[in-house]
């Protein structure tokens, strides 16, 4: 969204940069809106994740784009260029946790002699359970549950082909991990204050912030991240956006021409996006966003 929005019209269009900003928002939140609709229709957002993220996310998000006025195009340029540079290695970071997660849980499972029993990890799941409040939203990764989830359960494994996030989700690990999203929300809160200072101050929307960091502190399989992250970044946007039209930051035109072009993009890209090969997303975005950095550095060069 925003972080190839943003670089793409600063190369492109010789616009003052917090007009940049403020319009991009206009094609974010109508990528967000899309695309949550993709992901909650298979069952893949944490309501309440999103809740905490995106509320703690509306606080900072006027703040952000208040801070657009006190620097200078070349200075709003550094920022994002830094920006991105930083963000760079954040969902590689997260695959390796993913990964280090999982090693954790064969070890458990493993039974004496190292052989594994089919209920070590039913056992080891309730277990963990036990010490999770009763309003802990259990996610299985099993193809069954995630078919249930989706409304498209048949008992038997089954996941309906039209629901390509209920079928990226069905590719998860087998098992289930109970999640208490109020049990983790101060880093859930500060996340999103983040997340929200970022989308007001660069107009990117937040969601580089909050995928690869919600996928650090919870157990959340990947398609329910990204689901989680995009409905929790559409009530903050949407502030920064008002924030950023009261400031006379907004081209209305501009940004309607981008929001149709988005919205038809999310829907598309999410459903495509979830169904890519493992690792592939990551690394797209690892070597994105070290291009855009760069990219961006040299528009502030061409300024001097």
């Known amino acids: 969204g925003g972080v190839i929005i943003?670089?793409?019209?600063?190369?492109?269009?010789?616009?003052?940069?917090?007009?940049?900003?403020?319009?991009?928002?206009?094609?974010?939140?109508?990528?967000?809106?899309?695309?949550?609709?993709?992901?909650?229709?298979?069952?893949?957002?944490?309501?309440?994740?999103?809740?905490?993220?995106?509320?703690?996310?509306?606080?900072?998000?006027p703040l952000g784009a208040q801070?657009?006025?006190?620097?200078?195009?070349?200075?709003?340029?550094?920022?994002?260029?830094?920006?991105?540079?930083?963000?760079?290695?954040?969902?590689?970071?997260?695959?390796?946790?993913?990964?280090?997660?999982?090693?954790?849980?064969?070890?458990?499972?493993?039974?004496?002699?190292?052989?594994?029993?089919?209920?070590?990890?039913?056992?080891?799941?309730?277990?963990?359970?036990?010490?999770?409040?009763?309003?802990?939203?259990?996610?299985?990764?099993?193809?069954s549950a995630i078919a249930d989830r989706a409304g498209g359960g048949d008992g038997g494994g089954g996941v309906k082909t039209e629901s390509g996030v209920a079928a990226a989700a069905a590719k998860e690990e087998e098992g289930a991990v109970p999640f208490d999203a109020k049990a983790i929300a101060p880093q859930l809160a500060a996340i999103g204050i983040t997340a929200g200072l970022a989308s007001g101050l660069l107009g990117i929307g937040g969601g580089t912030i909050v995928t690869p960091l919600l996928a650090l502190v919870s157990p959340l399989p990947q398609a329910a991240v990204l689901g989680t992250s995009l409905l929790a970044m559409v009530p903050p946007s949407a502030v920064a956006l008002l924030q950023h039209h009261r400031l006379g930051n907004v081209d209305p035109r501009m940004g309607l021409t981008l929001a149709a072009g988005t919205a038809i993009g999310g829907l598309v890209g999410s459903g495509v996006a979830v169904q890519a090969p493992p690792g592939a997303l990551e690394t797209m975005f690892f070597f994105g966003m070290l291009f855009l950095s760069k990219k961006t550095f040299a528009t502030i060069r061409k300024m001097k």
Not at 89 to 106: A, G, T
Not at 113 to 140: F, Q
């Open 67 to 143: 801070l657009t006025s006190r620097l200078d195009c070349a200075g709003l340029r550094r920022v994002l260029a830094y920006f991105l540079l930083c963000a760079a290695p954040l969902v590689p970071l997260k695959v390796l946790v993913f990964k280090m997660r999982e090693w954790k849980e064969k070890e458990e499972d493993t039974g004496v002699g190292g052989l594994s029993t089919p209920s070590a990890g039913a056992d080891a799941a309730t277990d963990h359970g036990s010490n999770v409040k009763k309003s802990a939203t259990v996610w299985a990764s099993g193809p």
């Open 6 to 61: 943003v670089p793409a019209i600063t190369s492109a269009v010789p616009i003052p940069q917090r007009i940049v900003t403020g319009t991009s928002l206009v094609a974010v939140l109508s990528t967000a809106a899309a695309s949550t609709y993709s992901f909650s229709a298979g069952g893949c957002v944490d309501p309440t994740a999103a809740a905490i993220l995106g509320g703690a996310a509306m606080l900072s998000a």
